[in-house]
């Protein structure tokens, strides 16, 4: 009867030796010979086991797995220190004393008070008769301000002319306003009303930013500046207009008003009034 596997058998690290002096018969060796098989196929289903286990492929993929982590670490390093650069740099700027400065500053000012250069943009500004409203800083001891409240900004002129006379009237832009100096004025339209009386042909001229340097030329008109409005014709009826897209007004630079007309001997009345409310901005120190 042969000897067979048996699965249920413990793997025995020890088999009895046999010896010189024991009898030739079944019953001295077989027990030896059934520890060996045990303990061979023991081996074997283990073998088994880890051949249906896969481990090759699996160790493959496990490995790409590895690599994928690896790279994905390095990543993630890269990253922080990205971001340990960018926390630096925000360190430096010294945000939680600087916010508790921000949070201490005034937000309104009164005409009696005077806000620090350092305060912040936002900052509302009641100058005089001015609202204004903190824009940014110049410089370390220069702020830069801008009205909300609208400067006016004008000329009425009205003459008594004769036959071929020709009048004209200017203003310049103060280059001071409320104790602040201007940096310049932005208009926000340009309300123009002609009128004549008596007069077969009249001439009316708005001359914008009319530079101090300009001199009196022809007919009383500026030598140099822009043209808003012209009008040379006759009749009494003349119409309002409003010029819109004017250039921003520099200080000294003039509003110029010419009046005159022609075709009679006689007099006339001819007037222009002009006005525009300016937005200014204005220079602290």
Not at 14 to 37: A, K
Not at 176 to 188: E, Q
Not at 227 to 254: K, M, Q
Request: glycine share 10%; aromatic share 10%.
């Amino acid at each position: 009867m042969p000897l067979n596997y048996n699965p249920s058998a413990t793997f025995k690290t020890s088999i009895r030796e046999l010896e010189g002096t024991d009898q030739l018969v079944p019953e001295n060796f077989n027990p030896q010979f059934q520890d060996l098989l045990n303990n061979t196929g023991l081996l074997n289903d283990r073998l088994g086991s880890l051949e249906g286990a896969n481990l090759p492929a699996r160790m493959t993929t496990a490995e790409g797995n590895i690599t994928t982590l690896q790279g994905r670490a390095t990543s993630a390093e890269n990253r922080l220190t990205s971001a340990e650069g960018r926390l630096n740099t925000y360190d430096a700027l010294n945000i939680a004393t600087r916010l508790a400065n921000l949070e201490t500053y005034k937000r309104f000012y009164s005409s009696s008070e005077t806000p620090p250069y350092t305060a912040p943009p936002g900052t509302i500004w009641l100058k005089d008769a001015y609202l204004l409203v903190k824009v940014d800083n110049i410089s370390g001891s220069a702020a830069r301000w801008r009205s909300i409240t609208p400067y006016g900004f004008g000329l009425a002129f009205k003459d008594l002319l004769g036959d071929g006379e020709s009048q004209y009237r200017d203003v310049p832009l103060p280059s001071s306003i409320a104790g602040l100096t201007v940096l310049r004025a932005i208009p926000n339209g340009i309300e123009i009303v002609p009128g004549s009386s008596g007069a077969s042909v009249v001439y009316i001229g708005v001359f914008w930013k009319v530079p101090p340097t300009a001199t009196v030329g022809a007919n009383a008109e500026p030598t140099a500046g822009t043209t808003i409005y012209s009008f040379a014709a006759g009749g009494d009826a003349l119409s309002a207009v409003t010029f819109h897209n004017a250039a921003e007004l520099l200080p000294g630079e003039r509003l110029w008003i010419k009046l005159g007309f022609t075709g009679f001997l006689g007099q006339g009345d001819a007037w222009c009034n002009v006005y525009t409310p300016l937005t200014l901005e204005l220079r602290q120190g």
